[in-house]
């Protein structure tokens, strides 16, 4: 099956090839399509169940689903398919959704349009129409791609790059995103000769929306003004202003803002409504930077307090997303923190680089192509 390499600004990015999941009761039909698809260069999954559909689309990412709308629970209401595009929209699917049924009519049409679908093929087809139908997608589907992998080159630019080093402390940090774009944000700011403000947030909702949000509080804190972030509590004040003014009344952000003093290893911070990041001791014991705050741009009127604590050598302090430990959640089993503080214990020694890397690696190999939500880490290391 041919691929193709698509040329974006400064990246050349290889395009897969266009795939389809069909679903449909019956064997003759399922591998009619698939041998019609295979014909145009299209990749083709074939599965017989709604249950099946719905297992392919947690397991692989489709550009195109194909759906018959009647099972076996009767052969001429839809019912069954119209159950399925509500289970696909709360599944959170963003592929096409194009439904089929040798009982079409008008009413049925609209509704299944009504409920997501992109369009409405009568059975038995006519190849020519549904090949058309299909390629209008797959032309749609490529420049969405387009427009979402140019996004995801620029939001990945939006991370730090060139880390300043300090004597006291060694740190790093990454972001993978569940889709082309994600909500997550983490930042090192230079704050002055002796300090260093961190930042992780997980923005609400996923993809384009939160992408826009994620740049929006990025923003927010490059545009403070000089020496503003010094002081953590007025800086994030101002941020949730801004934040709770340029947003829908439903978007919020969680947030860990933390500024660390190289010359007093003390780590000055605040964490708005965020999961709770771990701090692991030289000693081995554990201990959690709980809430201080509540979330921001949920309230126009907040505040904040502000804690302090040492990092002192040997010790690591890990900042993450929920999207590491809840990874697995959909097949059943979330990643955790008990996990995850298993996989610092084992791995403390590494350099932070490293260590955000494992955990990174543990998370996708657990949670395996199941990931829905971003992962994002940032690793604080006590050094001499």
């Known amino acids: 099956m041919l691929t193709s390499v698509m040329e974006i600004p400064g990246v050349a990015t290889e395009v897969k090839p266009f795939r389809v999941l069909i679903s449909d009761d019956q064997p003759d ?11 145009q260069g299209w990749q083709a999954v074939a ?34 398919g119209m159950d399925l595009l509500a289970a696909l929209e709360a599944e959170g699917n963003h592929a096409p959704v194009m439904v089929m049924t040798a009982w079409s009519s008008f009413d049925l049409a609209v509704e299944a349009m009504r409920r997501g679908a992109c369009d409405f093929i009568q059975k038995p087809w006519d190849n020519e129409r549904l090949l058309a139908a299909i390629r209008k997608q797959a032309e749609s589907e490529r420049r969405r791609k387009s427009e979402l ?56 909702g996923k993809g384009v929306p939160a992408a826009l949000l994620m740049a929006n509080l990025q923003a927010s804190f490059r545009n403070q003004a000089p020496g503003a972030l010094l002081r953590p509590a007025d800086a994030l004040t101002a941020v949730n202003r801004h934040f709770f003014d340029s947003t829908a009344s439903e978007r919020f ?57 040492e990092l ?14 809840e990874a697995g959640i959909d097949h059943g089993e979330e990643f955790g923190e008990e996990r995850l503080i298993r996989t610092l214990s084992e791995h403390r020694g590494l350099p932070a680089d490293a260590l955000v890397q494992k955990i990174v690696d543990e998370v996708a190999a657990f949670s395996g192509a199941s990931r829905s939500d971003d992962v994002t880490v940032v690793a604080l290391r006590g050094i001499s």
Not at 50 to 63: C, G, M, N, S, W
Not at 312 to 325: A, K, N
Request: charge should be negative; glycine fraction near 6%; hydrophobic fraction near 45%.
């Open 47 to 80: 599965v017989d169940s709604p249950q099946a559909l719905l297992r392919a689309v947690r397991a692989e990412a489709f550009d195109l689903i194909l759906v018959d709308l009647n099972y076996t629970r009767d052969t001429t209401s839809g019912e069954e």
């Open 312 to 325: 002192r050598e040997r010790d690591i302090l890990i900042i993450y997303s929920d999207g590491v430990t």
């Open 253 to 309: 952000a969680t947030l860990f803002f933390g500024l660390y003093d190289d010359r007093t290893r003390k780590l000055r911070f605040v964490n708005c409504g965020h999961v709770a990041p771990l701090l692991l001791r030289a000693s081995g014991a554990v201990e959690q930077l709980a809430p201080t705050a509540t979330m921001l741009g949920a309230f126009r009127n907040w505040s904040c307090t502000e804690t302090v604590v």
């Open 149 to 204: 992998e140019i996004a995801a080159n620029v939001q990945q630019k939006l991370f730090p790059r060139n880390l300043r080093l300090l004597r006291t402390l060694d740190y790093a940090g990454q972001c993978v995103a569940a889709r082309e774009v994600g909500g997550d944000y983490y930042d090192f700011l230079d704050t002055g000769d002796h300090t260093l403000g961190f930042v992780l947030a997980d923005v609400s």
């Open 29 to 39: 039909v399922l591998e009619a399509l698939r041998l019609l698809l295979k014909g």
